[in-house]
Every structure is written in C-alpha cells, then in structure tokens.
C-alpha cells in the first residue's frame, strides 16, 4: 500500500514537471537534463535499497522513502517561499531581482 502512494506521488510530480520547466522558460535540453538526472537518481539507489528491504523488510524502506519525500517536498517549498519573499522585498525597497 505505501509503495503504490509513493509511487503514485513521484508519477503525478514527473508528470507535470517537464511542463512547469517549459512554462518558466527553460529550453528543452534542460528539461531533458532534469527528467534524466530524475531518472538516474531513482534508479542508482536501488542496490543500497534492495539490500535494506531484504534485511529490514520492504514496509519500513518504503515508509522511510516516503518522509524523504514528504522532507524534500516541504524542503522545495521552503526554498520558493524564501525566494518569493527575497523578491518581493527587493521589489519593495527598490533594489533589483
């Protein structure tokens, strides 16, 4: 059950992601980087984890997979909201972005 969330999560955000970096500008090159880099990182990991899941069992790797992702989430959502107030305070007082 927590496998197929988590997976089902990662798709929902893959899925938009290559349109969103289209929309604020980037060429398709970078998109390809991205979702390529996404890929490799999904991927490499899997013989630390595999190894994990056989010794502790695939539910408490997949449910620590989850808080990293729900971690990274909040984390991307820390760093915008920073970046949004950094503008709209240069904004305000005048300085450039």
């Not at 013989?47 to 010794?55: I, K, M, N, Q």
Request: charged share 10%; glycine share 12%.
């Amino acid at each position: 059950m927590v496998l197929g969330r988590t997976n089902l999560v990662m798709v929902a955000i893959m899925a938009v992601a290559p349109v969103h970096l289209m929309a604020h500008g980037n060429d398709l090159g970078f998109v390809g980087l991205a979702v390529s880099v996404h890929v490799l990182a999904m991927f490499a990991p899997s013989p630390v984890t595999g190894r994990l899941a056989d010794r502790l069992g695939p539910a408490p790797v997949a449910a620590a997979g989850a808080v990293l992702l729900i971690l990274a989430g909040s984390l991307v959502g820390v760093v915008i909201l920073t970046g949004a107030r950094r503008r709209t305070w240069r904004r305000r007082h005048g300085a450039e972005c």
